[in-house]
C-alpha cells in the first residue's frame, strides 16, 4: 500500500525483554517521527529523524529507548529492559519534509506484562 | 514552551446537530496548526491544516480557521453523521523555533447518536 506501515501491530512481552518496533514510511518521505500515545500521557513526541540523522531526539524517555534509520527509510524503535509502563500504542508518520503535513501508520500496541 | 488545549470529552450529538470543538494553543513561533481524526481501531489521519492566519482549513464538511488573535482553531461541522463518531485532535508544529514534532492536545472523543 501507500501509506506508512508499521509492524508488528501487536506486541506482549515480559518486562525485562528487549523489543524491536519497526516502520516503513511512504516511499520518498524524507522526515520521518515517532510518537507513543497512551492514556495517561496522551501523544508525546519520541524522536525525528531528517534522511537517516535524528535532529531531535528530545522526547525520549529514557536511554532505555533508541531509534535508528537506515537507507532514508525504513526505522526501528527499541526500546532495552521493557517496564511496564512502556505500555502503550507506538505510532510511526512520515512527511515528505518537514515543512509538509504528517501521515500517521495504525501504531504497534505493546503491552508489558 | 508549546502549548494545546482541547475541550473535555466525549460530546455526544444526535445526527444533522451542529458541532463545535474548541482548541486554544501556546506557541513560541508562529506555528502551523493541524485537526487530525482517529477512527475506531484506526490510526490518526489529517483532517485539515492551516499555517497562517485567516486561514480556513476544510475537509469532509468540516471547516477550522486560524484564528491568531485568540490563538484558536476551533472544528465546526454543520451536520454531523454517525460515522463522524470519532477522536479528534487538534495539534500544531512551530517551524520557527526549529520544532519539528507536533504538540498534540488530549483529544476529544465524539458519539454521534442516529
Known amino acids: 500500500g501507500a501509506g506508512v506501515s508499521q509492524s508488528p501491530s501487536n506486541k506482549v512481552t515480559e518486562k525485562g525483554k528487549d523489543v524491536e518496533l519497526r516502520c516503513d514510511p511512504i516511499s520518498g518521505h524524507t522526515a520521518l517521527y515517532w510518537y507513543r500515545q497512551s492514556l495517561g500521557q496522551g501523544l508525546e513526541f519520541l524522536i525525528y529523524?531528517?534522511?537517516?540523522?535524528?535532529?531531535?531526539k528530545s522526547g525520549l524517555p529514557s536511554d532505555r529507548f533508541s531509534a535508528e534509520r537506515t537507507g532514508g527509510s525504513v526505522s526501528t524503535l527499541t526500546i532495552q529492559r521493557t517496564q511496564q509502563e512502556d505500555s502503550a500504542v507506538y505510532l510511526c508518520?512520515?512527511?515528505?519534509?518537514?515543512?509538509?503535513?504528517?501521515?500517521f501508520g495504525d501504531g504497534t500496541r505493546l503491552s508489558i506484562l | 514552551g508549546n502549548s494545546v488545549t482541547q475541550m473535555e470529552g466525549p460530546v455526544t450529538l444526535s445526527e444533522e446537530a451542529f458541532l463545535t470543538i474548541n482548541c486554544t494553543y501556546t506557541?513560541?513561533?508562529?506555528?502551523?496548526l493541524f485537526w487530525y481524526v482517529q477512527y475506531p481501531g484506526e490510526g490518526l489521519q489529517l483532517l485539515l491544516k492551516?499555517?497562517?492566519?485567516?486561514d480556513k482549513g476544510s475537509n469532509k464538511g468540516f471547516e477550522a480557521t486560524y484564528r491568531k488573535e485568540t490563538t484558536s482553531f476551533h472544528l465546526e461541522k454543520g451536520s454531523v453523521q454517525v460515522s463522524d463518531s470519532a477522536v479528534y485532535f487538534c495539534a500544531l508544529s512551530d517551524m520557527d523555533t526549529g520544532r519539528r514534532a507536533l504538540t498534540f492536545g488530549s483529544g476529544t472523543r465524539l458519539q454521534v447518536q442516529p
Open positions: 506557541a513560541t513561533g508562529y506555528p502551523s
Open positions: 492551516a499555517t497562517k492566519a485567516d
Open positions: 529523524f531528517q534522511g537517516n540523522s535524528a535532529p531531535d
Open positions: 508518520a512520515s512527511s515528505q519534509n518537514s515543512n509538509q503535513p504528517q501521515h
